[in-house]
């Protein structure tokens, strides 16, 4: 029976991306069967993944109701995982959902038919807290929240929070968050601060592997490439596939 986890963050550039497609990518390796679901419409994923390859079925097209999820399907032969891809159109999609019966479950219920064929089935968040990312949420049993370790990240926190909250009593569906991701550590005492306020302020869990700043992860998006083919050696390599295994081992 197939589990949902979305990486969720309102912030843009806080790693959601870059960790949900590596983790993925780590997961498969070890022989599960991993959907990655873009839902984000700047694609940042699906053009990580396959470049500039263009899809005619995406992620658009199932949630407006013309597509069948399975026949949006691609797979990734690199990373080892099934995705269905995103397109800039999703960025109008919020208004054409807003007026539907049930907006909040649409992705949740175009999910029911595929869900059993996975393991896990990983989305990727856009940067917002909108109609989008609840479908998310509202399909999702846990999410993970990948941050930058500064100041501001804590105040980003609790609106996460807050949100699964007006989900909780609003929607009746409860939310696991299974911890906080610290990416593009660099040991510093203002970080090592952040970081020592959030575990001891948050009842939610940090992961114990923080993925190290290097600028081999941006290259390995532009190779199309997960960095455990990528540069498996390298420490935020070595920390994405430990993370890996710390969130599901
Ligand atoms: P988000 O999905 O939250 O917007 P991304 O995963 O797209 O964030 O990351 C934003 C940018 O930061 C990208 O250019 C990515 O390559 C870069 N990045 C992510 N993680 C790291 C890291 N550990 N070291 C260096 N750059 C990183
Ligand atoms: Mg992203």
Known sequence: MGTVVSFINQKGGVAKTT???NVSAQWAKEGKKILLIDLDPQSSATRAIFGD???ENTIYDVLTGELEARDAVVSSESFGIDVIPSEIMLSGIEIILASKFGRESILKR???EIKDQYDIIVIDCSPSLGLLTVNALIASKDIVIPICPEYFSLKGIDLILETL???HTGLGHKIDVRG???SKYRSRKIVE???SDLRTNYTIPVFNNYIPE???VEEAHHRH???????????AGMALANLAAEMWS
């Open 19 to 21: 960790t949900a497609i």
């Open 53 to 55: 390859q263009d899809f």
């Open 110 to 112: 175009a999910l029911a």
């Open 165 to 167: 909250k007006h989900i």
């Open 180 to 182: 906080i991701i610290i």
């Open 193 to 195: 601060k952040v970081i």
């Open 214 to 216: 290097s600028i081999v």
């Open 225 to 235: 490439l997960p960095m455990l083919h990528y540069s498996p050696k390298n420490p």
